[in-house]
């Protein structure tokens, strides 16, 4: 016998029994521990082998082929959750005409309709218990009206997941909301109805003295109401974050050509790409996307694929070279056979990718609830002893009832509920004012624990643009004429390199002369006439055909550089070579200082990338960075990470094009350049507004910040609590007293998130 990766018993003497993967979409879960609930109780039914996400409510199930997801549907609303298979992926535009992904989710739209309903009845029952000047003759029963909607109703979310958890035997901070916001409401019914407390001019006395009361004149509704509505705007704007993780997959699958021509019986045929089917032959004209992949029939082009592979030099394609859907044409007119289509293709099987890394993410238990797991069972057992102990005292049975009620009162956490969002919403705006955008609270904790950083090279570490960086001209030859020439004519071409070379030219000598003769020499590179000189630019084996050849010095410079993993182009005029140019991927100038500062915060950089081993090399020994892994597909990058990760390294992935997205989804830390891709920023954690790596090490310092501060200020909120506890179990807690409490351990917290507003990096 074995163990699997679940710690359950595996025969390896049975004969292997064929699987299947079952996806399950999952509704109601509050927490993390909601999720290790649901994964228990699947794992416990023959031959399944679940995971469960928080993060992305959803689970991945194998079980036996043939086996019925009705029977997993049922384990998990047993467990009482929902449960359903998935729907298929609608598109933005069958998104946007259903009123956008928010109005799709009938869970996170109640939570916005409950979020909003006690906003407006919270506020004023907090302004009248606070400020006496409102406290007029009825005010009391005024915020029993308003308050008792929020309790019941806008809280019901709490009480229903309080009830679930008690039935399995747990608790969570649903636990303690749940029971002392009805503590308190139950309890101001009684003062209100049985005791003074609805006499009318009732007010709450500023009374700094302790004396043991019998609770009959305490009311505890804004309290109560105040705790739900905190803890209902963090909940939702949480909800509504998590919603964004399908993004990433909508984005992917809209990268795709929509529509694309058809040959049928040699008429081209506009239709949409979903009905393509394999060996069909379409056409591509330059700057268009290739609809899906297959094999080019005729013509040659380079394509890029940047967006795929990392590769920063486009690919120079001819007849029976393999093409990849949703890259770009760059060059000529293609006609190319499908060979893939739907769901086998490239771009979907990364969107699988993408999907199947997040689902599979570690999930990061909610510092709250870890507290209120301890926290919860401690303050009810303290409640019935309190209330045991002053029966066995004596006590009249109110008196006994006041002191255990006071006990729970005074454990609802208000400061409790402003601790994470408050610290959050200053964290992430002072982010945002250094373009850093963090996701929510689950990021924090993954950055605490990184050691390693992998970055992508395009994009990220370099500019991701071809550009000119370096003229070598023949003894004899002026350089700004070599690099005029060749502007000129390389202006008139749409390649990349080609635009490359003139922005350079534009930028060393002004405006271009306008070629004349100019044409394309397939798989080479360009000819034409510039002021009156016949000039050639491409490929050494282009001037060879003119018999011009480089002399020993410019080859020799020619080799060195592409040894260095550049692109160089020759140019020749009047029968001669002239010299070559020097086209690159430039790194960007910060990045060599960005690495140095990561390397000061304790973590390992690793270069990942698509491109070649000589450029990756090349690029990484300027920048400072030891460990390279380069020519790697998007399938290979998320195993990369995953190895890193198998080795015990909590691993952050820094990238922006959609070749990075399963990688950034898949790391425990994913930071995704605003210059990229849509579908890298979705599927990152934070994302980085300038496209300047510093921003990840100011990202990595201000989320270790943030997080800081809500485990500071999670600590007092129960610190405030846990000092007040033996007070409200002598029977000496007054509302005043209980009002100073909350009030003071809720400024205390807001005051603490304040500071975060004065970080600064050093990055500046």
Known sequence: MSRNRKGRAVSTQAPPVAEAGIELEIGGMTCASCANRIEKKLNKLDGVQATVNYATEKAKVTAPEAYDPQLLIAEVEKAGYAA???????????????????????????????????????????????????????????????????????????????????????????TLISMGTTAAFLWSLYALFFGTAGTPGMVHPFEFTLAPSDGAANIYLEAAAGVTMFILAGRYFEKRSKRQAGAALRALLELGAKEVSVLRDGVEVKIPTADLQVDDEFVVRPGEKIATDGVVVSGTSAVDASMLTGESVPV??????????????????????????????????????????????????????????????????????????????????????????????IACPCALGLATPTALLVGTGRGAQMGVLIKGPE?????????TVVLDKTGTVTSGKMTLTDVIAEPGVDRAELL???????????????????????????????????????????????????????????????????????????????????????VGWDGRARGVLVVADAIKPTSARAIAELKQLGLTPVLLTGDNEAVAREIAGEVGIEQVIAEVLPKDKVDVVSGLQAEG??????????????????????????TGTDVAIEAADITLVRGDLRA???????????????????????????????????????????????????????????????????TK
Request: charged content about 15%; glycine content about 8%.
């Open 84 to 174: 359903a298979l998935p729907q298929p992926r609608r598109t933005e535009a069958e998104e946007t005409s259903a009123g956008g992904p928010e109005d799709a989710d009938p869970e996170l739209t109640s939570l916005r309709q409950r979020l909003i309903g006690s906003i407006v009845l919270t506020v004023p029952v907090i302004a009248m218990a606070m400020i006496p000047a409102l406290q007029f003759t009825y005010w009391q029963w005024l915020s029993l009206t308003l308050a008792a909607p929020v309790i019941v109703w806008a809280a019901w979310p709490f009480h229903k997941a309080a009830w679930t958890n008690l039935r399995h035997g747990t608790a969570t901070m649903d």
């Open 316 to 409: 120079e394609i001819s007849e029976g070279d393999a093409v990849t859907g949703a890259t770009v044409n760059a060059g000529g007119r293609l006609l190319v056979r499908a060979t893939r289509v739907g769901s086998d293709t490239q771009l979907a099987q990364m969107a699988q990718l993408v999907e199947d890394a997040q689902t599979g993410k570690a999930e990061v238990q909610r510092l709250a609830d870890r507290i209120s797991g301890v926290f919860v069972p401690i303050v009810i057992v303290i409640a019935v002893a309190t209330l045991g102990a002053w029966l066995g005292a004596g006590f009249p049975t109110v008196a006994a009832f006041t002191a255990a009620v006071a006990v729970l009162v």
């Open 443 to 451: 990021v924090l904790e993954s950055t605490r624990k990184v050691d």
């Open 484 to 570: 005029r020439f060749a502007g000129a004519l390389e202006n008139a071409s749409e390649h990349p390199i080609a635009q490359a070379i003139a922005a350079g030219a534009v930028e060393e000598g002004g405006a271009l002369p306008t070629p004349e003769d100019f044409a394309n020499v397939e798989g080479k590179g360009v000819q034409g006439v510039v002021e009156g000189t016949s000039v050639v630019v491409g490929r050494e084996t282009l001037l060879a055909d003119w018999s011009q050849r480089l002399s020993p010095e410019v080859a020799e410079a020619k080799g060195a550089a592409e040894r260095e993993g550049k692109t160089v182009v020759a």
């Open 649 to 674: 390294k909590v691993v952050a992935m820094v990238g922006d094009g959609v070749n990075d997205a399963p990688a950034l989804a898949q790391a425990d830390l994913g930071l995704a350049m605003g």
């Open 696 to 762: 990840a090490v100011a990202a990595i310092r201000l989320s270790r910040r943030t997080l800081r501060t809500i485990k500071t200020n999670l600590f007092w909120a129960f610190a405030y609590n846990v000092a007040a506890i033996p007070v409200a179990a002598l029977g000496m807690l007054n509302p005043m007293l209980a009002g100073a409490a909350m009030a003071f351990s809720s400024v205390f917290v807001v005051g603490n998130s304040l500071r975060l507003r004065g970080f600064t990096s050093v």
